[in-house]
């Protein structure tokens, strides 16, 4: 039963991928990514405004990097997979979104002193072989007659951004509580929005984008990261990081199954050839040099 909490929190961030899709059609996503905080916020407040009181002094000397946080993980991230969805795939934004802790890796030399093993270097090549090869639609040499497309160039932007933030959670050790920290990343980012919300031609959300603003507002941005969290307290951040690696699979049977997307023998094989780099590069990890998964909001944007 413990096991269903990763499970869980993968399902939700697999699903999201499909609500981020699904908000390209009848939202802007700069309206969509100012709601989803907007909302979080509002319902956090009441339980979480009461420690931010109260430990107010830990904090304040955070915020600069709360709001770094907040910039990285909840504004470039997320906004950046909204704008994506406009012109690639669920398939493709899930992919690339699977690079993330292999990312994290190679950000953990110049950021955390770490070292990079053969199996980090190996595993980066099958990942990014396999990621030209999807992005290439079997072509992994595309990229010198043509460019990628916007949306796919956005999603590893996003990816960038939150494995950034990753290897910064784990550099800053801000000894806060996990609802504190995601309360004022949320909060910052929240503010960091509203500038850009503004320039929507439509501000107030419609109805039929309702549903969706609520579901990454409560079950990806609350629900998820408290059940990450909860797996990484019970069953371990190297056993919670390896479910991690079915994100891609669960957000491209989703795709196929509700959006109708074609599943191509290239997403398949680019597929593979990416989890596989990922986990090679993962388990060469010896313990006391694993990237916790500090994934407190995360999802393929």
Partial sequence: MIYLLPILTVFIWGMNAIASKMAASIIEPSAMSFYRWLFAIAILTPFCLPQVIKRWGEIRPHLAKLASLGLLGMVINQSCGYYAALTTTASNMSLISALVPLMSVFLSV?????????NSILGGIIAL???????????????????????????????????LYCVLIKRWKMHLPNTVLIYMQGFCAMLMLAPVWLTSEQLLPPVDAMPIILFASIAASIAAPWMWIKSIDVIGADNSAMFMNLLPVVAVTLAATLLGETVHLYHLVGGIMVISGVILAQIKRKKKDDIEPGLLNKDPA
Avoid: E, N
């Fill in 110 to 118: 110049p950021f955390l002193g770490k070292r990079i093993s053969f």
């Fill in 129 to 163: 072989i396999g990621l030209a090869y999807m992005l290439g639609k079997g072509d992994m040499l595309f990229f010198l007659s043509q460019s990628i497309t916007p949306g796919d160039g956005l999603m590893v932007i996003a990816s960038l951004a939150y494995a």
